[in-house]
Every structure is written in structure tokens, then in C-alpha cells.
């Protein structure tokens, strides 16, 4: 682990974003601005913008922004790119070669032996950064060799390896009766106008698509393998919904013989009593727990089960440009620095 500027030692770390138009930029922008430890001096993007003009933080009229062609001449502790995947490919080794911290956003290092040109249309051309990255599912970080290259986790993996994990671990499915379906606002898909992504197109509408072909079925499988290692080969379907923001990860599945709700309850309870961003409890108990508005907004993960019979029906909500990216990204820091996981994070409040 990294050890660098902690509280202790009365300094700031400074940080910048690469990529800070976006989405998920301008929320990791909004995030570090009020994190006690990070001090935010550089914003880069493709274009000429303004952080004052998106965020009312009076910090935000300090932070230079300049193009991205003057990222390499000004360096900051820690850099964030919340880039396309080739960007971040192109940019995380040069980053790193300069002594400093890479924590990225984008699924360039997530992939450690599925085919990147099958899942995201590339040839792979760092593979020495790439073995180095470590996968930074909080609070399930996997083994790794190196600390200055950190792949954040992509957000239909997230909401689905947090409910899964403590299920594979504790043998209370069987494996091959898995079938996932999965639902995503709009902003999952970035700023980058497709037809698709139109408001006319969208409203009103449950659209399937990449139909068991998302590049983050792969993350999740290769996860799963090497924290737990089994093998899976699930039914997965990913659908756009007509909201903003926030995922609805359904993950429907039979209990192993002997096997009940209660077994479950323990399973989550065991894994994330020391881990203060997952609620978790019976849907009946907590129908709170399968709206998206007690979640977007906040860097949570919520969790609701229930069964019937031997059906276990499992719902896992996040934001998907927070928890699901930007506030995840901001939890790696803190892991970094080696504090709370939720410094900077437990005061948001959900937008309902």
C-alpha cells in the first residue's frame, strides 16, 4: 500500500482529473474539492471549459483547467482520468513512469486475461502496466503488484459483484442456475450524443442491449475467478433505463440444498459489518432498499434479498457515477492515504 500524506503530516495531497467535462468527471471534481486530504489544482479536458460554471464549490474558480495537451507538464500527486478506455491506454504509463499515482476510471487495466479487442475494440499494447493494476472493487481490492496503477471498477460490476461475492463465498448458490439482469440510467453510456441516447429514443422505454456481450461481463467473471476461484458462465442482459442516473442489478439464483434466507443474511452481515457504504436487509423489511432515489446521490450500495423456496431473488442499487464510478475512484484514495474509507464521502445525501 501506498502510504503518502496522511493526516498526520498536515498536507494535502494534490490531485487532478483528466477528462473532468464528463459525468463522472464533474462528480470527482465536486468530490475532491470537499475532501479534507485531496487538494483538486488541475482539471484537463478536450475542450476549453470552465469547473466554476458546473459546480458552486468557490474552490472550483482555483483550479486551472487547461487541454489535455498540457497534462504530462503538470503532473499532480495523484491523477484520475475519467477518459476513454484508449486514452487512459495511452496515458496511465506515461503518468506512472513520472513517480506518480494513476487511478482510472476507464476499463483500460480492468482485464487481466479476457480479449481486449473482443470487449472493447482494441489491442492491448501495455501489458506490463496492465498486470501491475490493482482492481479497486472496495471493499473487495484483489491482489496486485503494484500501487500506482489503480483500475476502478466498472458500474454494472460493481452493483453485481458486491451482491455475488459473499453468495460465491459461501457456496449458497448453484452456479450454473445464475441468471443476471441488469439496468442502467443513461449517463452510464458518457456525454457522447448517439441516436440511442436521445431523449425521444429513450423516454418511455426498457431497452435491452449489448445483450450478454457487455464489456463488463468479462470484469465480473475474471473477479469472481480470482477472488473466489470459481468458474462462471451466467445469463446476463443489461438494459437502459429512462432515468438519469442510478442501477437496479436483479440477480436471480437457486439456494444450495440445505440452504435459506437466513444464510444469506449472515453472508452479507459477515462480509460488510466493517464496511459502512453497503445496507443490505429483506426486501419485505426494507422496500426502501429497491428504490433508486434513497441511493443516487450518495456513494452507497444498497442490497435487498428475499426468497422463495429455494428461489433466491437478490437486488443490488448504486449510483452509477458515483458509486459505480467518481465516488469509488475517491474510496481508492482514502485506501491509498490509508484512511476512512468514507472520508469526504459519508456526507451525501440522497436526491430525493
Known amino acids: 500500500m501506498v502510504h503518502n500524506n496522511s493526516f498526520n503530516d498536515f498536507k494535502k495531497s494534490t490531485c487532478s482529473i483528466v477528462g473532468a467535462r464528463g459525468y463522472a468527471g464533474l462528480e470527482l471534481a465536486r468530490l475532491l474539492l470537499a475532501h479534507p486530504q485531496a487538494s483538486l489544482t488541475h482539471c484537463f479536458a478536450t475542450s476549453a471549459f470552465d469547473l466554476s460554471a458546473h459546480l458552486s464549490n468557490p474552490k472550483a474558480t482555483q483550479v486551472q483547467c ?19 478506455a484508449e486514452v487512459s491506454l495511452k496515458l496511465a504509463p506515461q503518468i506512472i513512469a513520472s513517480g506518480k499515482i494513476v487511478i482510472d476510471l476507464s476499463g483500460a487495466f480492468r482485464l487481466k486475461k479476457s480479449d481486449y479487442q473482443k470487449w472493447y475494440g482494441f489491442e492491448h499494447t501495455q501489458k506490463n502496466t496492465l498486470l501491475d493494476a490493482t482492481y479497486g472493487l472496495i471493499p473487495w481490492v484483489g491482489p496486485s503488484r503494484s500501487e500506482r496503477m489503480i483500475a476502478n471498477p466498472g458500474c454494472y460490476a460493481t452493483s453485481i459483484l458486491l451482491a455475488l461475492l459473499p453468495l460465491i463465498k459461501d457456496n449458497l448458490i448453484l452456479l450454473d442456475s445464475i441468471v443476471i439482469d441488469a439496468k442502467s440510467g443513461s449517463t452510464g453510456a458518457g456525454k457522447k450524443a448517439t441516436e440511442g441516447q436521445l431523449f425521444a429514443e429513450v423516454d418511455g422505454e426498457c431497452l435491452p442491449y449489448r445483450v450478454g456481450q457487455h464489456q463488463h461481463l468479462p470484469e465480473i467473471l475474471e473477479t469472481i475467478e480470482t477472488l473466489t476461484g470459481v468458474k462462471l458462465n451466467p445469463h446476463m442482459t443489461t438494459s437502459l433505463l429512462p432515468v438519469r442516473r442510478g442501477i437496479l442489478s436483479g440477480i436471480y439464483a437457486k439456494l444450495n440444498a440445505k440452504k435459506s434466507v437466513e444464510d444469506v443474511i449472515q453472508s452479507y452481515k459477515k462480509y460488510y459489518a466493517d ?30 434479498y428475499s426468497t422463495q423456496e429455494q428461489n433466491l431473488y437478490v437486488f443490488s442499487c448504486i449510483d452509477n457515477l458515483l458509486k459505480g464510478a467518481a465516488s469509488q475512484a475517491v474510496e481508492n484514495f482514502n485506501r491509498l492515504l490509508d484512511q476512512s474509507i468514507d472520508t469526504g464521502l459519508n456526507q451525501l445525501e440522497a436526491m430525493t
Open 66 to 84: 487547461l487541454p489535455d495537451t498540457e497534462i504530462m507538464a503538470n503532473l499532480t500527486d495523484y491523477v484520475f482520468l475519467a477518459t476513454p
Open 275 to 304: 464496511y459502512p457504504l453497503v445496507r443490505h436487509g429483506l426486501v419485505s423489511e426494507k422496500p426502501e432498499g429497491l428504490l433508486l432515489k434513497r441511493v443516487v446521490g450518495t456513494a452507497k450500495t444498497h442490497i435487498s
